[in-house]
């Protein structure tokens, strides 16, 4: 990745919203149902590899929020990632900054510093630029069997087994396959694929 603030991006994470059937049990209905797409369904959260696999995800009720469910990956990335090693991910505002993980600055952030407005710009404008490879691993899992209709809130192991199997299928082709845009624009040189070999042991 070219900039300072993109140097040793290994991914990119990102939360998404999958539709599903709505439940008969109106408990259910409240935990499931997500008044932001107004929709019943599942949230995800995905960590797209400059690679363009998915190395980490988890599958909430859809009323989860992105931060929250991310905060299980930061504590693993912190553990796994030593202090010596510049290795990080990128994220969109819905996520907090730490030590490994970068995101733009808000509106807010951005009228506390006055002084760095240009520089700050500049920052969420390399970011912003680079985050849409995030969004190319979501779409690309959603293309398997019509993902979102086959997810049940009713029969929840189900719907998250046949999540995982669209995930491994997607990885599959991923590694398999140079129909992968994410691959394709990040991975054009070395520097990233010896990112992901030295990071390899946080996944596993």
Same mark, same amino acid.
């Given at each position: ?96 900054i730490t030590r490994v993980l970068v995101r733009?600055?808000?509106?807010? &952030?951005?009228? =506390?510093?006055?002084? @760095?407005?240009? $520089?700050?710009?500049? *920052? ?42 669209a995930i491994h299928l997607h990885n599959v ?16 040189? &070395?520097?990233? =694929?010896?990112?992901? @070999?030295?990071? $390899?042991?946080?996944? *596993?």
């Amino acid at each position: 990745a070219d900039g300072g603030v993109l140097n040793g991006t290994f991914g990119f994470i990102d939360g998404s919203m999958h539709t599903a059937q709505k439940p008969t049990c109106s408990f259910k209905e409240r935990e499931y149902y997500n008044g932001y797409y107004g929709c019943n369904g599942f949230k995800a959260v995905y960590l797209v590899a400059a690679d363009g696999t998915i190395r980490w995800a988890k599958l909430c009720p859809g009323t989860a929020y992105d931060n929250t469910v991310y905060e299980s990956l930061a504590l693993e990335l912190h553990d796994r990632i030593p202090h010596t090693l510049p290795y990080k991910i990128l994220g969109d505002s819905a996520f907090s900054i730490t030590r490994v993980l970068v995101r733009p600055y808000t509106s807010r &952030e951005i009228a =506390a510093h006055p002084g @760095r407005d240009a $520089e700050i710009r500049s *920052h969420n404008k390399k970011i912003s630029s680079i985050r849409i490879a995030a969004e190319w691993g979501m779409r690309d899992i959603k293309r398997f069997s019509m993902f979102d209709s086959k997810l049940s809130i009713e029969h929840k192991d189900l719907s998250e087994a046949y999540w995982e199997a669209a995930i491994h299928l997607h990885n599959v082709v991923a590694r398999l396959t140079n129909i992968n845009q994410t691959r394709n624009v990040f991975m054009r040189g &070395e520097a990233n =694929a010896e990112i992901l @070999r030295e990071v $390899e042991s946080v996944f *596993h």
